[in-house]
């Protein structure tokens, strides 16, 4: 199975901030990435799709890049409602979940 | 109201089964795919395996090869996932999710089984 690398594993941002995830596929994986948010007790959310692909309603301050093995997952001016647990995932042949990056807000 | 609804929480001793149940409704169930994941509490989210519920060809994850089956009843629009010879480290709540046929992001998740195993 094609591994799936995040970075960083944690990471604590202030209000207004821009903040950028990695992640990175053991193998090209095309596009076939997408991002997913998720809060304590709650389910995940999709957020990204296709690499770059917003979900209908995510807002606009989330953005996704790249294509292959390197993907980001930027979030341009964050927000007190965005302190989650981000994992991005490849959804080709058998779907691969990254080990999650959990953003925390000073 | 597009939806999936999973059975309720069990307990297993050590080396028993369990099979779960994920129901669907709101759509046609054999347009979309069902896939598994699992999450022990305060962990990540692992990937088990999905099944096509038109053709009931499966895949699964390297990790659960030989342990899970996944099956559905189209009749009653019904996936099912059968996890063997349980351990401690299968405590976990267990989702269901759907994806749209071909390579497509999990966009609908059930509300989660939590599956204890102790003796």
């Known amino acids: 199975d094609i591994q799936m690398t995040q970075s960083p594993s944690s990471l604590s941002a202030s209000v207004g901030d821009r903040v950028t995830i990695t992640c990175r596929a053991s193998q090209g994986i095309s596009n076939y990435l997408a991002w997913y948010q998720q809060k304590p007790t709650k389910l995940p959310k999709l957020l990204i799709y296709?690499?770059?692909t917003l979900q209908l309603g995510v807002p606009s301050r989330f953005s996704g890049s790249g294509s292959g093995t390197q993907f980001t997952l930027t979030i341009s001016s964050l927000q007190p409602e965005d302190a989650a647990t981000y994992y991005c995932?490849?959804?080709?042949?058998?779907?691969?979940f990254g080990q999650g990056t959990r953003l925390e807000i000073k | 109201q597009v939806q999936l609804v999973q059975s309720g929480a069990e307990v297993k001793e050590p080396g028993a089964s369990v099979k779960l149940s994920c129901k669907a409704s709101g759509y046609t169930f054999s347009n979309y795919d069902i896939h598994w994941v699992r999450q022990a509490t305060g962990q990540g989210l692992e990937y088990m395996g999905w099944?096509?519920?038109?053709?009931?060809?499966?895949d699964y994850a390297q990790n659960f090869q030989g342990r899970v089956t996944l099956t559905r009843d189209t009749s009653i629009s019904t996936a099912y996932m059968e996890l063997s010879s349980l351990t401690s480290e299968d405590t976990a709540v267990y989702y269901c999710?759907?994806?749209?046929?071909?390579?497509?992001?999990?966009?609908?998740w059930g509300q989660g089984t939590l599956v204890t195993v102790s003796s």
């Open positions: 995932q490849k959804y080709n042949n058998v779907p691969t």
């Open positions: 296709g690499a770059s």
């Open positions: 099944i096509n519920p038109n053709s009931g060809n499966t």
């Open positions: 999710s759907r994806d749209k046929v071909g390579p497509s992001p999990l966009d609908l």
